[in-house]
């Protein structure tokens, strides 16, 4: 996992797989790989397609895209493909 830009991680509570994103963010925090994984409880997979009915879609929609920008800010200037 070293190497890797930082990682912006979002799961539902409910979904069967959210075990594997906790075995990634081990993973990342051994290796020293930046991560931010946010666990919605109570939602299912995929539940950010209901972002027109549902207002925990909407909050992880608008989160996801604060926490990119927030990268995309820090990244500016460097030469493409690097992450700082």
């Known amino acids: 996992m070293s ?3 930082p990682i912006v991680m979002q799961t539902a509570g409910d979904d069967p797989i959210c075990v594997d994103a ?12 930046s991560i931010e994984h946010r666990r919605f409880a109570g939602m299912w ?5 209901q972002v027109s009915l549902l207002p925990e879609a909407r ?9 990119l920008r927030g990268h995309l800010h820090q990244s500016q200037g460097q030469p493409r493909g690097v992450v700082k």
């Open 3 to 5: 190497g890797l830009p």
């Open 22 to 33: 906790d075995k990634i963010e081990t993973a990342c925090a051994a290796s020293k790989t």
């Open 45 to 49: 997979h995929d539940f950010h397609l």
């Open 59 to 67: 909050d992880a929609i608008a989160d996801l895209g604060a926490r």
